[in-house]
């Protein structure tokens, strides 16, 4: 059972940076055979590909508007993937959610219909 649990959002002002954390709390020892992600979900919009990272974190993938200012991690032992936010824009504001694939999914899909556990989300406010 993958049970994922974000932490790390807050109010910040343009220009900070932030750091988010997802944790798999399940009782699941695939944690480390599952591709990861991360989403987010504006007001009124639909959600959207941030990033996303390999099993071993050798490969990623990001999303144009945050390439150069995100980047994503996992840490296998801690069943843990993280968010470096830095540069942050108004734009950016959103909550945030993590995304696990199952397992026997290799790809860095941008497909939220691709991904199958989802954490309930943290919420990040970038003032101008």
């Known amino acids: 059972q993958v049970q994922l649990a974000e932490s790390g959002g807050g109010l910040v002002q343009a220009g900070d940076s932030l750091r988010l954390s997802c944790r798999d709390d399940?009782?699941?020892?695939?944690?480390?055979?599952?591709?990861m992600g991360w989403f987010r979900q504006a007001a009124g919009k639909e959600r959207e590909f941030v990033a996303s990272?390999?099993?071993?974190?050798?490969?990623?993938d990001y999303a144009d508007s945050v390439r150069g200012r995100f980047t994503i991690s996992r840490d296998n032992v801690k069943k843990t993937i993280y968010l470096q936010m830095n540069s942050l824009k108004p734009e950016d504001t959103a909550v945030y959610y993590c995304?696990?694939?199952?397992?026997?999914?290799?790809?860095?899909?941008?497909?939220?219909?691709?991904?199958?556990?989802w954490g309930q989300g943290t919420q990040v406010t970038v003032s101008s």
């Open positions: 990272i390999n099993f071993v974190g050798g490969s990623s």
């Open positions: 399940g009782e699941t020892f695939t944690f480390s055979s599952r591709v």
């Open positions: 995304a696990a694939r199952q397992v026997g999914d290799w790809g860095l899909e941008r497909d939220s219909k691709e991904w199958q556990h």
